[in-house]
């Protein structure tokens, strides 16, 4: 579409709109909007802010961004929902070992961080969940996988990583998936 992409989630009923900064999803039956918006990543005090437009490039069901030579975006549209993943191809400039990447919110959902900081619940303005954030995982070159978590903070969400230690590249993968209702005492049939 003129100024970037859109994709289909038949599973999810979700309409995903990509452009240059971030991207913004609906379900078709309406009722809400949310996306996510990179900021900046690296290290405190050491930020690269996140500007001009990404080399964006498309495969199947993938849409990249290479934001620059250190950080590839990317998002995996399939059944289980929108992935929205991280390739970071090399240690970026600073010192520390808590590498952040700050992301604005797009649309009317507000986040809600978890205890265990693993995933966010994005809610209405009635305090409803819509749809989750989480099953994030963080690795390294070798597999290891590296501890990281969510934080809000006023501007957004933050996704912090513990790399000491770590061998580059990064690979950080969160998915986002509809939340649902279940009852606790369903049957077999129901």
Not at 47 to 56: M, Q, S
């Amino acid at each position: 579409m003129e100024g970037g992409f859109e994709a289909h989630n038949p599973g999810l009923q979700w309409q995903i709109r990509f452009d240059d900064r971030g991207f913004l999803t609906h379900p078709q039956a309406g009722g809400w909007q949310w996306g996510l918006e990179l900021q900046s990543y690296g290290f405190p005090g050491h930020e690269c802010a996140v500007t001009g437009k990404p080399r964006v490039s498309t495969a199947g069901q993938r849409v990249s961004y290479d934001w620059d030579a250190t950080l590839q975006e990317w998002f995996l549209n399939d059944p289980r929902g929108l992935e929205h993943g991280f390739n970071v191809r090399q240690r970026p400039a600073g010192e520390g070992d808590r590498l952040l990447l700050h992301l604005a919110v797009r649309g009317g959902l507000g986040p809600r961080v978890q205890a265990s900081g693993q995933s966010v619940h994005f809610v209405d303005g009635q305090g409803v969940v819509a749809l989750t954030y989480g099953g994030l995982a963080v690795r390294d070159a070798d597999g290891r996988v590296l501890p990281a978590r969510f934080e809000a903070v006023v501007e957004g969400l933050e996704l912090a990583v513990e790399e000491r230690g770590a061998r580059y590249p990064l690979t950080i993968d969160p998915i986002a998936q509809q939340a649902y209702l279940k009852a606790s005492n369903t049957g077999s049939n129901e």
